[in-house]
């Protein structure tokens, strides 16, 4: 009996980390966009922004911050051990 119990506590404790897990990763990809660009053309990777925005880095993917939470988020969802 008590491994029964032990067994459905770590099922329990198994779907909680899961819950938390989503919550995070929910949590990662609602942050707010990049306030220097503007996305246009219904489209997620197509954005413009202003030229004195622009800082050493010229890689559109440092600019789009929804593109670095999905990364985040996708990580962070595929880990086996997250806490």
């Not at 990777?45 to 911050?65: A, G, R």
Request: aromatic share 14%.
């Amino acid at each position: 009996m008590n491994k029964m119990r032990g067994e459905q506590e770590i099922m329990m404790l198994a779907k909680k980390i899961e819950a938390v897990k989503a919550a995070i990763v929910d949590s990662i990809r609602s942050l707010p966009d990049n306030p220097n660009i503007k996305r246009f053309g219904g489209k997620e990777k197509c954005f413009i922004m202003k030229f004195k925005h622009l800082e050493e880095k010229w890689t559109p993917e440092y600019y789009d911050f929804k593109y670095q939470y999905d990364l985040i988020a996708r990580s962070a969802g595929r880990a086996e051990n997250f806490f």
